[in-house]
């Protein structure tokens, strides 16, 4: 029997902005010193008993079900800001798989609680979310070739939704049950637009969240990849303002464009880390009126991301600094007699980052788990919802849903859900949570 493998870490250096203040770390029971190898083992133990070999013939036979959830689902729209309908709809379908208690809290996530048996334990935090990148409007039917499944949003992560549900599906067909209890939650707000939204509410608002001992979110396709360095970012929209006036009768007066551009050449300027990999982009420019019009107000939007708070902190002072300057010398170079050139920061985005050591109980069990299904483990840095509790010393991963896939965030958006494959990794998936939540063989 698994028995406390999940412990609360030493916080991440920086706190979730706009969300719960990080708690201090949980003291390391005596009896959880394990080494690895010892967690290996003891996981290993659970999978090899029937109750698990009857899980996973559990999804097997599940398998046509797991794909109507997939194709259910998909084909109701869940643009940013928009997941309410998909999210009702989920709702239902965990009620009617398990999950009685099903519910949706103030801001749309979808929380469920599978009971363990020992209450006093902390629960373990499962995840997958309902939004995707496409705005509405978009055209979501799902079109088959084969195996092959392909609409937008049905990798990331409509799979994941409906994987959650199998699991749900084949752990009580099996007779599984957990000491801890597993709370199940399809949250909202992943997404760029939506910055972590549900997961910022559920960890600020909800108790189960704020002492979880751990947390696993299920988003996308694939196996034996593990995230347990949540990459985070932060995301300005600079807006320059400046008098304005027509380019002919006005030439000479400061222009806010002249600024911006300074600003981007600026920033391309900075250095940055190999490790632990940093990186940022001048991802979109807006403004002006006409052709034959100094703009008045132009914007650029950046986005920062690192593996490390420091250097994203770094990055964004030197950022400030880049686009100070430029303004003063496009207030210097020209005429300020209709006004003067200014810049205001306003912010579009601020994922916190986050790190789960590879050698934590967690990361073990999911790597074991990943390498009993016959994949190859390997460890990803990845903005998921995990680098909310990441940062507040949540022991956190995100790893896949099983099958294959491709085209993530494009029209073209694929998965492969051949049963091997798929029932393969889902099976991997299963057995990760199991073995977190100290499954009772």
Known sequence: MLTTLILALAAASAPVAESAAPRPPAPVPASAAKAPGELARE???????PRFAAAREALRADHARLVDDIVTLTEIPAPPFGEEVRGHAMAAMMRAGGLPDAAID?????????????????????????????????????????????????????????????????MD????????????????????????????????????????????TIDGAGAGWITTRGVGSRRWRLVFDGPGGHSFDKFGIVNPLAALARTVTGLYGIPVPAQPRTTYSASVVGGGTSVNTIPAQVFLDVDIR???????????????????AAVDEENRARSTDG?????????????????TPETAPLAVIAAT?????????????????ANVPMNLGIPAIAIGAGGDGGGAHAPSEWIDVAEDASVRGAAAAMATVLGAANALP
């Open 43 to 49: 996981l290993e133990r659970l999978l090899a008993s």
């Open 106 to 170: 103030g801001i749309g996530n979808v929380i469920a609680t599978r009971r363990g048996t020992t209450p006093a334990l902390a629960p373990l935090i499962v995840a997958a979310h309902l939004d995707t990148v496409f705005p509405a409007g978009t055209d979501v039917k799902v079109r088959r070739e084969g195996t092959r499944l392909m609409a937008p949003g049905i990798g990331d992560d409509t799979l994941g939704l409906a994987v959650m549900l199998a699991m749900v599906r084949a």
């Open 306 to 324: 690192s593996e490390s708070p420091a250097e994203i902190d770094r990055i964004d002072t030197a950022l400030h600094a880049i686009a100070t």
């Open 173 to 216: 067909k099996a007779g599984i049950r957990t000491e801890r209890d597993i709370v199940f939650i399809a949250n909202v707000g992943e997404e760029g637009p939506g910055d972590l939204r549900g997961m910022r509410h559920f960890f600020a608002q909800d108790p189960r969240a704020k002492q979880a001992a751990g947390f696993i």
């Open 339 to 355: 006004g003067r050139i200014a810049v205001t920061f306003k912010p579009i985005g601020n994922r916190p980052a986050g790190t």
């Open 369 to 385: 788990a990943a390498r009993a299904a016959g994949f190859a483990p390997h460890f990803e840095p990845l903005s998921t919802d």
